[in-house]
């Protein structure tokens, strides 16, 4: 009789929950705070690539390293996962965090959250930002003094998918970037995908905001080691304020004309079809796009132009500033 072939574990879908063996890995990954990339996926690389693939664990610092992120997260991918299936999967998607609850619970433990909490080290410090970025949120503040370094000058993914979902991003720098090459390459590619970027020629202190619900301060005097998370209501508005104060006296910059780059097609298309009296509604309908891909694609008009009406911004399109 012939060998019978080796019995082969078929992968898990997309839509399962963690099994015994990837919910091990995954609070060993959260009790360490991250853990090596080519360590978990010595330690069990099927766990560490499942954990990958449905988000419950997540890269960074050049991929070498991983991090647990919140289980909430991956349960909505989950979810998604379940409704892009056919129709008899539908009734599965409701249920599909069933597996995820005491990670959650441990999860939440770790992050022992309070108003403001004082994290230190640039490892630990990436960890909680990585986390922050990693959940949904619609509007993002940022000041960054000072040059910028290239290895932070890189596509975020997890920033540019909310982005391509209709969150905002405005980034401050000062002066000194316009200078740096690699700097002003990464504002006219940021500016592509949806960030607004404006310089202020006036000291400011480094931070983040998300959300109008969590602020992210620097604490140290390298601006890197040390940082505040800030989740106190009355704090964070107030630094929303004094965010929105500097905004409004900064300058915009025609980034892709510093990098010597014509206008995106698409915002070129949508620039001349309201140069020609097109409505929002009406540019969005005759381009097959959503309204509010258009309003995003003329907001950066807006900036680009100068411009602080629709009206103005169709004004100087007409007139072919380009």
Do not use: C
């Amino acid at each position: 009789m012939p060998d019978t072939p080796p019995a082969t574990t078929a992968p898990a879908p997309p839509y399962a929950a963690p099994n015994e063996a990837e919910k091990a890995l995954y609070l060993s990954v959260l009790r360490a705070g991250r853990a090596s990339l080519r360590e978990v996926m010595e330690q069990d690389a099927a766990s560490a690539a499942r954990l990958l693939e449905i988000g419950l664990l997540s890269r960074y610092a050049y991929q070498e390293w991983v991090v647990a992120m919140n289980p909430r997260v991956a349960t909505a991918k989950l979810a998604a996962a379940l409704r892009e299936g056919a129709g008899d999967l539908l009734s599965r998607a409701d249920s599909s965090g069933d597996g995820l609850g005491e990670l959650a619970d441990s999860y939440d433990a770790a992050q022992q959250r309070t108003h403001i909490a004082h994290v230190f080290g640039q490892d630990r410090i990436q960890q909680r930002l990585l986390a922050i970025e990693s959940d949904h949120w619609d509007e993002a503040m940022a000041a960054q003094p000072g040059p910028r370094a290239p290895e932070f000058l890189t596509e975020n993914p997890r920033i540019r998918a909310a982005l391509a979902r209709g969150a905002t991003a405005d980034i401050l720098y000062q002066p000194v970037t316009r200078r740096t090459p690699h700097t002003v390459a990464y504002a006219a590619a940021a500016t592509d995908w949806g960030m607004r970027l404006r310089v202020l020629d006036e000291p400011f202190a480094r931070m983040m905001i998300f959300d109008r619900r969590i602020a992210v301060i620097a604490t140290a005097g390298d601006n890197r080691s040390g940082a505040a998370f800030i989740e106190d209501r009355a704090v964070v508005d107030h630094l929303v304020k004094l965010f929105q104060r500097d905004w409004e006296r900064a300058v915009r910059v025609p980034w892709f004309d510093e990098v010597g780059r014509e206008l995106p097609e698409v915002l070129s298309r949508v620039g001349e079809l309201l140069a020609a009296g097109l409505t929002q509604k009406a540019v969005a309908s005759r381009l097959s796009l959503s309204e509010r891909t258009v309003a995003g694609h003329i907001a950066r008009l807006r900036e680009r132009y100068d411009a602080e009406t629709l009206f103005q911004l169709g004004w100087l399109m007409r007139d072919g500033a380009r």
